[in-house]
């Protein structure tokens, strides 16, 4: 690998884990605060990434048939900001 290849490389942040088994206390307060809004009904659309335990991840969405655009931009958004993230090196 010559010198310029090696400065494209980029170390990605760790998570800190939970222990398996332990809840994950701001999975369950983001739960909370959406299941807040969908109740009442300021909530119109959701997509959802998922990782269980066993690191298998699954993914779902739903919601109101004219919010698809918005649920798409918001998607895209997010792939956007996440890996955005996970590329921030500490300096």
């Not at 959406?34 to 119109?44: F, H, I, M, T, V």
Request: charged share 20%; glycine share 6%.
């Amino acid at each position: 690998m010559s010198d310029t290849d090696k400065s494209k490389i980029v170390t990605l942040q760790q998570v800190p884990t939970v222990d398996n088994g332990t809840p994950d206390p701001h999975i369950i307060a983001m739960c909370e605060e959406l299941l807040e809004q969908a109740k009442s009904g300021d909530l119109r659309a959701l997509a959802v990434a998922k990782v269980r335990q066993n690191y298998a991840f699954g993914l779902d969405w739903t919601g109101a048939q004219e919010s698809n655009h918005s649920l798409g931009a918001g998607v895209a958004a997010l792939f956007h900001s996440y890996n955005r993230t996970l590329l921030e090196t500490e300096e």
